[in-house]
């Protein structure tokens, strides 16, 4: 869960920030003041999400399935219920109001946000952080073996 949000915030955040605000430094460095704070809430979002993203996802793939179409099922599903959370409370971190802004734009924002997320999860973070996992198997199994 590390490596993934600490991924996906880091390109994420800025990317939709961009996007919202302008392709300026200026942009980017006031994202780098929050990016603790959204990581944080990305954090207790995935520990909220993540039994209703695993019975989603046990809904719509069977047990015979392929190991990579619930590894895919279970991405979408998980994407897209942060995806909807992170469209407001990221905004409101972002612009450090709570205002009715994120939730009256909700369906203009997202969008554009769930894509952005799932491409990074799917082609960024995932497969990063599963080799991390693969490599850190394969030097404790060389260590265990020697």
Known sequence: MGIISIISVNIIAPLITCFEAGFHLYVYQDVLTV????????IVIVLLTYV??????????SEEDSFNAHIIINILCTVFMMSILLTVIGTW???RSVTWEPIRMFFYKWPRNFAISLFVEMRIAQP????????LHLCSDSNRNS
């Open 35 to 42: 990016l603790p704070f959204i990581w944080l809430s990305v």
């Open 52 to 61: 209703p993203a695993e019975k989603l996802t046990a809904k719509i793939v």
């Open 93 to 95: 971190i972002g612009t």
């Open 128 to 135: 990063i952080a599963r080799l991390v996992i693969y490599r």
